[in-house]
């Protein structure tokens, strides 16, 4: 009996306990007059690397005949690759395949085996932003036929984010004073801050083959725009 009373008892203390917890002040918008203002922000940079995909396409009758052909094209390509580049070049292969062609009869039926096609890709990457065009042309003048890719890049743009966000969270707060200051009240303190998803735009390189063998393929690599997004929740008072 005396058991029972005091598992009772402790019951009813941890219920207590539970109820003076559950009536702690805890904050909520709704008790603190409160503006919300969003700015953005957005922050150029000039590119310092850019990335090139370069490959070699072949096709032959055989599988072995179309290999063979990219490995001796795709060898000359590297080799003309890392001459433009020098020694400490950073270039890897990210894709190679070979896949059977098929011809399909206009009046259907089953299609027919017509030859193989053989494909490697090389990826580049080179902060040498000036000779980007020299690189595109070595590799195809050495016998690549597949260039599919140009990109501009930062290698760190963690600053230039930062600024982007610092620029944002300067918009909201004068955004939010400017609306605080309308109603007749002001800005006591920030309640919350909240980051939008951030936006890199990068621009479209401009390439355009040469029309003479000695003209370089010219390139223009513009600049990195990083957007940023700022929310800002403020208390307001009179």
């Not at 203390?13 to 969003?38: D, K």
């Not at 401009?206 to 957007?227: C, F, L, Y």
């Amino acid at each position: 009996m005396r058991q029972m009373l005091r598992a009772v008892a402790s019951g009813i203390g941890l219920m207590c306990l539970a109820a003076l917890a559950s009536a702690q002040p805890t904050w909520n918008r709704t008790a603190h007059p409160y503006i919300r203002a969003t700015a953005e922000a957005t922050v150029s940079a000039k590119p310092d690397c850019a990335r090139l995909t370069i490959g070699v396409v072949t096709q032959a009758p055989k599988a072995e005949s179309a290999a063979a052909q990219n490995a001796e094209q795709s060898a000359t390509m590297l080799a003309a690759l890392r001459r433009s580049l020098g020694a400490n070049a950073d270039i890897h292969t990210t894709g190679y395949s070979l896949t059977p062609d098929f011809t399909y009869p206009k009046n259907g039926g089953r299609p027919i085996l017509s030859g193989y096609t053989a494909s490697n890709t090389v990826e580049i990457t080179t902060d040498d932003l000036a000779n980007a065009g020299k690189v595109i042309d070595a590799a195809t003048q050495a016998g690549a036929n597949n260039v599919r890719n140009l990109e501009f890049l930062l290698k760190n743009d963690a600053p230039v984010r930062a600024r982007a966000l610092a620029e944002a969270a300067k918009k909201a707060r004068a955004s939010a004073e400017a609306i605080a200051a309308a109603l007749g009240l002001k800005v006591v303190r920030v309640l919350s801050a909240e980051e939008g998803e951030p936006q890199v735009i990068r621009p479209m390189p401009m390439m355009a083959r040469a029309a003479a063998a000695n003209v370089t393929t010219p390139i223009e690599s513009g600049n990195i725009r990083i957007q940023a997004a700022v929310t800002l929740t403020v208390e307001v008072a009179p």
